[in-house]
């Protein structure tokens, strides 16, 4: 998924967690800002 860093790191991540992807999948790629 791509967006902002800041939408990125909370929002994305939370939801992908409570749909039930593994932290180990979860895999962030820092382009800047």
Not at 10 to 32: K, M, Q, R, T, Y
């Amino acid at each position: 998924m791509c967006g902002p860093t800041s939408m990125m790191n909370s929002s994305v991540i939370a939801l992908l967690e409570s749909l039930g992807v593994e932290p180990e999948n979860i895999l962030l790629d820092d382009f800047g800002d």
